[in-house]
């Protein structure tokens, strides 16, 4: 764990550097790793993973975890980044004060580490003391090796490249999204 330093030195954790993007106004980090040990040392303590609805049930997620997303996709293609622009969910701060209280030690969990930082930043804001942000995510860092085949592919540390426990089940109870019109899927070419 580390806490940030003043602010004229570079912010670091476990020796190691911290990108501004994953940096936070409470300067509390983890990796995943440590934040299963420190999970398994106290399993009253949360574990909040703010990624989409869609990445926690198909990349998987740790068992242990409530999904809080923090934002959507807009289903809207961005040509300056080169991918979908996002939505941030007007309920992210109250949905987490629904299930947690602000002195909670909560660990806060992304795709990498970036959405869980703006995470953790809209709680400090709201007054949550305790919330650190866990640096590597579900999937970790990209792999950088141009002659590897796992080149640009997120398999560097993480939750699930470290060998953590994850899975695909779902508990309606571990998950809490807004609410949105629904309708239903039929098979092959049903007429309804």
Request: glycine share 8%.
């Amino acid at each position: 764990m580390t806490t940030v330093a003043e602010a004229t030195t570079t912010v670091t954790h476990a020796g190691r550097p911290i990108v501004k993007e994953r940096q936070t106004s409470l300067g509390l980090y983890v990796t995943a790793k440590e934040a299963y040990d420190m999970w398994q040392a106290d399993p009253d303590l949360k574990i909040l993973d703010v990624r989409t609805p869609e990445e926690y049930v198909f990349v998987g997620h740790a068992p242990m975890s409530v999904n809080i997303p923090l934002a959507f996709l807009a289903y809207v293609w961005d040509d300056e980044k080169k991918g979908f622009s996002w939505s941030l969910s007007p309920d992210f701060v109250e949905l987490v004060k629904e299930r947690f209280g602000t002195d909670e030690t909560i660990l806060v969990s992304c795709r990498s580490g970036g959405r869980s930082a703006m995470a953790v930043n809209a709680l400090a804001a709201a007054g949550f003391t305790n919330a650190y942000n866990i640096l590597d995510g579900m999937e970790g860092s990209r792999v950088d090796d141009p002659d590897s085949v796992f080149h640009g592919m997120r398999l560097k540390n993480g939750w699930k490249p470290s060998g953590l426990p994850w899975t695909y089940d779902l508990d309606p109870e571990r998950m809490a999204l807004p609410e949105r019109e629904t309708g239903t899927l039929h098979a092959g070419n049903a007429e309804d």
